[in-house]
């Protein structure tokens, strides 16, 4: 019996979630030890990010010249700008690192950064759900993703008063507060996915 083809843009959706899944375990698994580390690590998601617009703008350039869509065009665009977006915060807060001269990760940065990851592997099961049409599978994986956002949010708020109460040095305080807060702006950036994701199974199931 022959397999079904894969519909391009599940194919491109598809390949956009497993490097976002593979740059965030990046970002997760690698070990910073000097500051020599940080330009390596800022580097290598630099990479991912720019492999990661290559593949929008081939979305984007089938779209153009498509006739028919498996889903509604807007839904496909929305969904590959959300997934960007998560990779764009990604590879900017490891430029912040690099630029911080941050070697350290802190207990709170550990607990986002594996949110993160653990919302960037929901996010790579419901994009594979999407691609066979099982789209009430998909919901659970959203739901997991908003608790994880919910998470991060808890996150944010306990480091900044943390940090508020511990660090003395000015500067420092000006760093990890920015970083803390772009990574919840990463949580945020994989709650819209799962908001997409949400709306295209109310319009299609």
Do not use: W
């Amino acid at each position: 019996m022959a397999m079904r083809k894969k519909d391009k843009f599940s194919v491109h959706l598809s390949n956009i979630a497993i490097n976002l899944k593979e740059s965030s375990n990046y970002f997760a698994d690698y070990k910073l030890t000097n500051v020599d580390d940080l330009k390596i690590f800022s580097e290598k998601m630099k990479e991912y990010e720019s492999k990661g617009d290559s593949l929008v703008h081939e979305v984007i350039k089938d779209l153009h010249n498509a006739f028919i869509t498996y889903i509604e065009r807007e839904d496909i665009l929305t969904l590959t700008m959300s997934l960007d977006d998560v990779l764009d915060g990604l590879e900017h807060t490891a430029a912040l690192f690099e630029m911080y001269s941050v070697v350290h990760a802190d207990d709170y940065m550990l607990k986002f950064v594996d949110a993160i990851r653990n919302c960037t592997t929901e996010i790579d099961a419901a994009i594979e759900l999407l691609a066979t049409k099982k789209l009430p599978n998909m919901r659970d994986h959203a739901i997991k993703i908003k608790d994880l956002e919910s998470k991060c949010d808890d996150i944010l708020r306990e480091s900044i008063k943390q940090l508020f109460a511990n660090e003395k040095d000015p500067i420092r305080i000006i760093q990890y507060k920015e970083i803390y807060e772009e990574l919840e702006n990463i949580a945020d950036f994989c709650q819209a996915v799962a908001n997409t994701l949400e709306s295209i199974i109310m319009k299609n199931a």
